[in-house]
């Protein structure tokens, strides 16, 4: 009997939830994914399943057209949408390629416009050269597990039961890796990359469509409500910030602050905007994530050692140097995100990346600084600096020619003149010389008869 009341419970209530949740219109949150899989991209779209998870989504749908971008944030893209609890679809409306690929086949289902393409995944460098075997076989290796992650279909032909990969992780590898041969889908020597009807034939495509709208409708849903991630102003700043132009404009502002800072005797302008620049640099990339504590400790360790090597250690040694090693390893490891290190290859390139930005931004700060330091130094409009001149010619001297006047006037030795001493005039106390360079005993009159080269010289009036 208790049994019995317990499933008419459970019916009313599925029967409730049936009557409650009908007509009510599925959430699809929106992702875009149309620039270089790098930083921006990475946040973007970790920011959209955050949000889409605030949202109770049903289902997320990627909006792709990408040439590809940086493996390492494509790696960590395709390990989100593993992870989703949500169903993640993406629609191809154009390009899948190289790293785009990758995130494509993590997504559960696939979509393509005519005349798109999906894969040539090889790695490469920034100049479009294959990279050497070994992170070839890294991504082999990614690409392979990821298009096995979606699991194999069971098939019945006759009698037999065979299982099928839904997408086939040797077709993917291929992607990456010239070398493999499929019968009927690649020769050797050229790596894979599907159009919409090639792709559709082998697994890689559920579907053809001209837009989102046509995804939804062969998926099924024609009530829903579309959102998607829009950017807050702070998300702006930080994107604006974290840009590496504007990165080494930063990176500028802290060397040439610190440049001027120690070029004048006291705290002012150029200290402030070292600090501002150091603020503006640090304070996105801390917030995130890409910048951890211990790299912001580095770089103030970097300023102490810097000053200290300059007011308190005299020349310049290894506290200096080892100033400089921090500032620069700490601003170059800042801007790269922790999970670079799971891609040994890609991740080197993005540290080479970022310290090509610092050198390069530091050089040209400090060539500047120079350069501005002679101009404003050396200006006679601004007056950071004494320009004046004091000519002999018009009447500048170093001595004072005020004495010039006592000459012809009488006054007594006030000390022994040898022929050297003090004499007294008009009760003035003077030096002066005896001009024949004889002996003038004290307290004897003497007359001042002629002043040169800011001396006086004097004869004797009296016995």
């Known amino acids: 009997m208790m049994l019995k009341r317990c499933l008419l419970l459970l019916g009313l209530l599925s029967l409730w939830a049936t009557v409650a949740f009908a007509g009510q219109p599925a959430v699809v949150y929106k992702v875009d994914v149309k620039d270089e899989i790098g930083p921006g991209v990475w946040r973007t779209v970790k920011k959209s399943f955050e949000e889409a998870e605030k949202a109770e989504a049903g289902y997320i749908l990627i909006d792709m057209n990408t040439y590809g971008g940086l493996v390492v944030y494509a790696d960590s893209l395709r390990s989100l949408i593993l992870n989703s609890r949500r169903p993640v679809w993406v629609f191809v409306d154009n390009n899948a390629a190289s790293a785009g690929a990758l995130i494509a086949i993590a997504c559960d289902r696939i979509y393509m416009r005519e005349g798109a393409n999906i894969g040539a995944a090889t790695v490469v460098n920034q100049t479009g050269e294959a990279m050497p075997d070994k992170y070839q076989s890294y991504m082999r290796s990614m690409i392979r597990s990821t298009a096995q992650a979606h699991g194999r279909d069971t098939l019945i032909q006759g ?12 077709i993917a590898e291929a992607m990456v890796d010239e070398r493999i041969y499929i019968p009927g889908v690649t020769d050797s020597g050229k790596v894979v990359t599907f159009t919409p009807h090639e792709a559709v034939k082998y697994g890689f495509c559920d579907g053809l469509a001209d837009n989102v709208a046509e995804v939804l409708a062969q998926e099924g849903i024609g009530d829903y409500t579309l959102l ?29 602050g610190i440049y001027f800072e120690l070029q004048t005797p006291s705290i002012g302008f150029p200290l402030a905007v070292a600090v501002a620049g150091a603020v503006l640099y640090f304070a996105p990339l801390y ?8 790299e912001l400790l580095v770089f103030v360790l970097g300023v102490i050692l810097l000053l200290l090597e300059v007011f308190v250690i005299p020349g310049f040694g290894v506290a200096g140097v080892s100033g400089i090693v921090c500032m620069v390893g700490a601003l170059v490891l800042a801007g790269v995100d922790d999970f670079s ?12 990346r970022s310290l090509f930005v610092v050198v390069a931004a ?31 010619e018009d009447g500048f001297v170093g001595v004072d020619m005020t004495v010039g006047q006592e000459v012809d006037k009488q006054g007594y030795a006030v000390t022994d003149l040898r022929p050297g001493g003090k004499i007294r005039i008009d009760g003035e106390l003077y030096d002066a010389v005896a001009e024949q360079g004889d002996y003038i005993p004290k307290n004897t009159p003497v007359k001042v008869v002629k002043y040169q080269a800011g001396q006086l010289y004097v004869v004797k009036t009296g016995k």
């Open 362 to 392: 530091s050089l040209l700060s400090l060539g500047l600084s120079f350069w501005l330091g002679a101009r404003l130094l050396g200006s006679r409009r601004w007056a950071f600096a004494l320009h004046a001149e004091q000519r002999p």
């Open 287 to 294: 917030l995130e994530g890409f910048a951890a504590s211990w």
């Open 228 to 256: 998607s991630y829009t950017p807050t102003a702070v998300d702006r700043i930080i994107g604006f910030l974290i840009h590496p132009m504007v990165q080494g404009i930063l990176i500028m502002m802290i060397i040439g």
């Open 341 to 352: 290190f799971d891609f040994l290859g890609d991740f080197a390139g993005t540290i080479l």
């Open 159 to 170: 009698k037999d039961t065979v299982l099928r990969w839904k997408r086939d992780p040797q």
